[in-house]
């Protein structure tokens, strides 16, 4: 059978009798929509249609599967999760994938190293192949970049379940002075593997959510993952110089 | 990021007329929130327009230089600017100017004057794509999809440039302008040895120190409309379009399908002026390629700047500016002049053949392996990992290591947009010290010559100015 989704939709015009069929290759080119797709009468075509469904489908699987113990083992990290039994109870309990149970806070803080200028861990968030795909070269290129500039790294850990106000609890039980969490951004239609970057100064339980500094669309589709770690280890330096993230960064 | 504004200046001395212009670049992040910075030049504002002045000629064969210096020096009193204002620009002397014996002199004493980092640069080639662009040609070709050609006929030459997509797609210069036969008085004083050959071919009645026949010069400047529409192949080309030839003739096959006239000549388009006016035949062969059949077939737009087109393009388009992620060590800007050696990256199996590329493209410029400086151009792996960015950097790093002494730059241009990444992998394991410059989302190729300015927004950017020739002595 074949395999419809082994072109990216912007590179295959489904229409028919094109008249200027450069001039619709220069719009594709020029946008990931789906442009060019042709109908059938008021409807779709088959193939698109499917495509369509394809694509939700993937972006659906993003949210709803678990990263595999494997892929944690491969970026040599160990794995806490929230105070979320499952995946089911991370998107009804928003409230309950930020915070950790005591023990889980105490395995954290003993097999992390204290008081690091910069804390980085990755997060599953609402998308778990984000993680696979971005994090080997996205971290090292990150770590290296910082150490580089005599910054030190705290030890990286993967948490499932995962959501970016963890970083309120992660920043105080570490005494870190810059938080980083990398974490799977909301899939679209378009790309089921993207990561964000929330950074915080001194975060902490009643920071508020503009002190966050965001760094997002990092992906083989968007920012390439090695580019965009080395801007983050150029803000990351920012942050700590300024000691400030966020809207004070910006506005500064 | 808060806006920031750049002085550019472009200044022109071309074979009938010298002129500057003062523009205005703004530049700013249009990232939105959350995305990594992305710093673009978003608008340009001429603000300041000199007088056109006659080039001044000591004899045919010499140009005033200290004359042109005191034009240009007056004009930038008048509009107030000093050199030290100045972030970017281009000096160029065009035409048959270019190729009178004291160009090279005169080129250097205006970019002592013009600011530190004003070009000096010539070459028909790069006057085409800068009167091109002047003119809207680039413009136009990219709001409408078509092959769009402009025509820069000037005094001495005409300068072609095809745009397709907005994009610079092939040029061309031929010596035929309005003022390769000068008339004073009634009577012609001057006619350039090409013309001069071409008289004789077809014996038309045109003859130096003779009175001056309108209808006569006519003939002349009919055939020569009729060179102009074979250059771009809206007629089949013959031997006559060969020796007008300046360096190069169009290549490519696509059919023009709008063109668009700059130039001194085209001015005489828009207006009526007496024939014989400017004392050359400017009018007269305006005239004739709006009469000449094949012309007349064609849809034409209108330019958006005639005669001040090229100076324009110098102040106004030869300046780029890097990507905004990007890393360099190298305090010390403009690097000028550098000399471009392209090597093959672009996919993963490129990477371990780095070390023979980069040598075989430093071989070129150094002879019995002197050091030399030069820019590595490359395009790069849109999407490269870790490891691959490291095992660039390690092998570029050796061979530059074997090949040169500490004091040479490491100036690497990439395309795709991995500046900063492999900008940083490269420091790491810079053992040497020596300076980097890094930069990417700038596209040159071998034999291009680069000037890097010095850094803008915060130091995020680089302006540069990508030399597609210089100076043919």
Redesign the interface.
Known sequence: MKDITEKEVSEVIYADNIAHIE?LE?MKKATPARIGIGHTGARYKTEPMLRFLAAQAAAADAVFSEVKEDVVKDLGVFEVRTKCASKYEMLTRPDWGRIFEEDTQEYIKNHCIQNPDVQIYFGDGLCSPSIQANI???F??IK??LE?KGITVGTPFFVRYCRVNTARTIGPLLNAKVVCVLIGERPGLLTSESM?AYIAYHARPEMSESDYT????IS?HG?????????I??LLDEILKKKKSGVALKTD | MSEEVILSAGIDVGTSTTQLIFSRMTIKNTAGFGKVPKTEIVSKDIFYRSKIYFTPFLSSEIIDGAKVHEIIKKEYETAGISPKDLSTGAVIITGETSRKKNAKQVLESLSDIAGDFVVATAGPDLESILAGKGAGAGEISKKSGKVVANLDIGGGTTNICYFKDGEVYDTACLDIGGRLVKIEDGRITYIADKVQDFINKYQIPVKIHERADVQHLELLTDKMAEILAQSVNLCKPTEDLVNFRTNRLITVNDPVEILTFSGGVASCMDQEYDVLQFGDIGVLLAKSIMKNRYFMEIKTAHAMETMRATVIGAGNYSMNISGSTIEYTQKDFPIKNLPIGKIRLENEADIEKIGTEMQKAIDYFRDDGEEVQIALAMKGLACPGFLQIQEIAANIMETYDTLFDKNIKLILILEADIGKALGQALKRINSKGRDIVCIDNISCNSGDYIDLGQPIANGSVIPVVVKTLVFQG
């Open positions: 001039e220069k080997p070269d996205l090292p290129t290296l970049g580089d964000s965001v760094v997002s669309n083989k920012i390439p993952p090695v580019e965009a770690a080395a801007h280890v150029d």
